[in-house]
């Protein structure tokens, strides 16, 4: 389950230095899957960056920004997002 604006990226979009952002496409080092495992919910407004794994049963706290991955059945909140909890 998502809440609300919630959002995904497998990419960073567009290169830091100034002189790369002008290419039309995104470099394929920049980029790296999302998953989310089953039962998962994450919180209204949180951002969750590529290269992520949360596990099945984890939750996400609103607002979050997940750099790294969370283990299944985790609580995760803050910026950037740590784990608060286990269940």
Same mark, same amino acid.
């Not at 809440?3 to 790369?20: I, K, R």
């Not at 960056?49 to 995760?76: C, E, F, N, W, Y």
């Given at each position: 389950?998502?809440?609300?604006?919630?959002?995904?990226?497998?990419?960073?979009?567009? !290169?830091?230095? #100034?002189?790369?952002?002008?290419?039309?496409?995104?470099? +394929?080092?920049?980029?790296? !899957?999302?998953? /989310?495992?089953?039962?998962?919910? &994450?919180? +209204?407004? *949180?951002?969750?960056?590529?290269?992520?794994? &949360?596990?099945?049963?984890?939750? /996400?706290?609103? *607002?979050a920004v997940v750099?790294?991955?969370? #283990? #299944?059945?985790? /609580?995760? *909140?803050?910026?950037? +997002?740590? &784990? &608060?909890?286990?269940?």
């Amino acid at each position: 389950m998502f809440g609300s604006e919630v959002v995904v990226t497998d990419t960073d979009f567009h !290169p830091v230095a #100034p002189e790369g952002r002008r290419a039309a496409s995104v470099a +394929a080092a920049s980029m790296a !899957p999302v998953l /989310i495992g089953n039962e998962v919910f &994450i919180g +209204a407004r *949180a951002v969750v960056l590529k290269g992520v794994t &949360i596990g099945s049963g984890a939750v /996400i706290g609103a *607002a979050a920004v997940v750099t790294h991955d969370v #283990p #299944p059945r985790a /609580i995760a *909140a803050g910026n950037p +997002a740590r &784990i &608060i909890a286990q269940m």
